[in-house]
């Protein structure tokens, strides 16, 4: 099998494979068929190969035996099963070019000083494959001490490496002013909050966060609702410019909420706008039109309700005497707005 062969077989077309080659020609020359055939060996899948194909091209380059069994190997030693090694590989192929002795297990052996036990560097490894990559001494641990310069607890600092570490890896001088500026707000750093609130600046950078900001206060928020609401629910400052912009407007030119509704209850901004939200008013609208909704119902509640609790509550309930509550929580009835205002 040519090695055109071999990359056809894993779905590429003409133009992006012509892509990749004019990036990477001596690709052409390397064995791929045998490359390939060690991954899916090692239980990586077709996507898999594909996606380590696309984000790492240069793979093809080097000699697999040599170079990737050992991490293989090294990572089956830490506890990681076969499907989480191509898990991890597909999603961060650059680990598989990075040197075992001087970056890996160093990285490794200083995950474990921090968090004493194997079981935690596992964690912490599959909560954010790119920490393998981190430069541990000079950028994390710096970070880690200025944490706790601020009065974070060590079972915090812990926690912090099991819900996405990405932001301990910024610049130290910048992780510093962003926690100052935390701790300006008043954040407490015995809470979750505090860390949580770190990683949204860090997420951002500043003209980010100040178009974001500008984009709450064109609904006409103020800056203390807004740094408010950011005290609330500090991940509402991780949504996209462009979906907070979509989701403001929908709850205050459909749902005809005040814009200070939302301030109070950032929690609004975390939910999908097309799966979850219009689906439920949606479904409000249907019982509305046919007088079936008479109990106050909050838009609040409704929106933030388990998915569980609000199907048994206004689907499966209406589902056989009005049938197009399934389509509307479907997706499939387009919501015009509410026929009776629901309580805020």
Avoid at 203 to 225: D, M, T
Avoid at 281 to 308: H, N
Wanted: charged letters at 20%.
């Amino acid at each position: 099998m040519t090695n055109m062969e071999v990359f056809e077989s894993l779905g590429f077309s003409g133009s992006s494979l012509a892509k990749m080659l004019s990036k990477y020609p001596a690709v052409l020359e390397s064995d791929a068929h045998t490359v390939v055939e060690y991954f899916r060996a090692h239980g990586f899948s077709k996507k898999q190969i594909t996606t380590l194909t696309m984000k790492r091209p240069s793979l093809y380059l080097y000699n697999a035996d040599k170079i990737f069994k050992p991490k293989l190997e090294f990572f089956k030693s830490l506890g990681f099963s076969d499907f989480e090694i191509a898990q991890l590989l597909s999603s961060e192929p650059c680990i598989l070019t990075r040197s075992l002795e001087n970056q890996i297990i160093p990285c490794v052996q200083e995950l474990r000083r921090i968090l004493s036990t194997d079981e935690n560097v596992l964690k912490a490894i599959k909560a954010c494959y790119p920490i393998l990559e981190s430069n541990m001494v000079h950028m994390l641990q710096p970070n880690i001490d200025t944490l706790k310069s601020h009065g974070v607890p060590q079972s915090l600092v812990l926690k912090v490496f099991f819900i996405r570490p990405t932001f301990l890896l910024i610049c130290s001088n910048r992780f510093s002013e962003i926690v100052s500026e935390v701790m300006k707000l008043g954040f407490d750093p015995n809470c979750l909050s505090f860390v949580l609130a770190i990683r949204s600046m860090a997420l951002n950078s500043k003209p980010l966060w100040e178009q974001k900001v500008e984009a709450f206060r064109s609904f006409g928020l103020s800056e203390v609702e807004i740094y408010a609401a950011f005290k609330r629910q500090p991940l509402c400052m991780t949504v996209s410019e462009k979906k907070i912009k979509k989701m403001m407007g929908f709850f205050v030119n459909k749902l005809k909420m005040k814009p200070s509704m939302i301030s109070n209850c950032p929690n609004l901004l975390m939910h999908s706008l097309e799966k979850r939200i219009i689906p439920r008013c949606s479904v409000m609208q249907v019982l509305m039109l046919k007088g079936l909704i008479k109990e106050d119902i909050g838009i609040v509640y409704m929106v933030t309700m388990a998915e569980k609790k609000f199907v048994v509550k206004f689907v499966s309930k209406y589902q056989n005497e009005v049938p197009d509550v399934v389509r509307a929580h479907q997706g499939k009835i387009e919501f015009q707005g509410l026929p009776i205002a629901m309580e805020m």
